[in-house]
C-alpha cells in the first residue's frame, strides 16, 4: 500500500506563487517516478509536471517555465513549485505514483487563481 497526501493549495492572486507537497508513505521507493496532474471543472484530468528516480523532469507545454516540480528522497516527498500563477491553472492537483501493480493517487488539494 502507498498513500499520498497533498498540501499547499489556497487561494492566490494572478501572477502569485504556491508551492504543493506530497508526502508519501508505504511501499514506495525513491526509484518511483512521481508526477502531478490537475482537474479543472467540466474538464479531464491531465498532466502537469513528471520527475523520475534520477531527477529528470518533463512539463506540460502550459506550465513550461512557470512550474518546477522537486523531490527530497530522504522526506519523501515531491514538491511542484508554482509561479507566474493564472487564473486557467485553478484546478484541483493530485500527485500520482505508479507502484506495481497499480497507480496511487492523493485526495487533492485545491489551487484557486483570481485575476
Known amino acids: 500500500q502507498v498513500q499520498l497526501v497533498e498540501s499547499g493549495g489556497g487561494l492566490v492572486q494572478a501572477g502569485g506563487s504556491l508551492r504543493l507537497s506530497c508526502a508519501a508513505s508505504?511501499?514506495?521507493?525513491?526509484?518511483?517516478?512521481m508526477r502531478w496532474y490537475r482537474q479543472a471543472p467540466g474538464k479531464q484530468r491531465e498532466l502537469v509536471a513528471v520527475?523520475?528516480?534520477?531527477?529528470?523532469?518533463n512539463y506540460a507545454d502550459s506550465v513550461k517555465g512557470r512550474f518546477t516540480i522537486y523531490r527530497d528522497d530522504a522526506k519523501n516527498t515531491v514538491y511542484l513549485q508554482m509561479n507566474s500563477l493564472k487564473p486557467e491553472d485553478t484546478a484541483v492537483y493530485y500527485c500520482?505514483?505508479?507502484?506495481?501493480?497499480?497507480?496511487?493517487w492523493g485526495q487533492g488539494t485545491q489551487v484557486t487563481v483570481s485575476s
Open positions: 500520482n505514483a505508479f507502484v506495481v501493480p497499480r497507480d496511487y
Open positions: 520527475i523520475t528516480s534520477g531527477g529528470s523532469t
Open positions: 508505504g511501499s514506495i521507493r525513491s526509484t518511483n517516478a
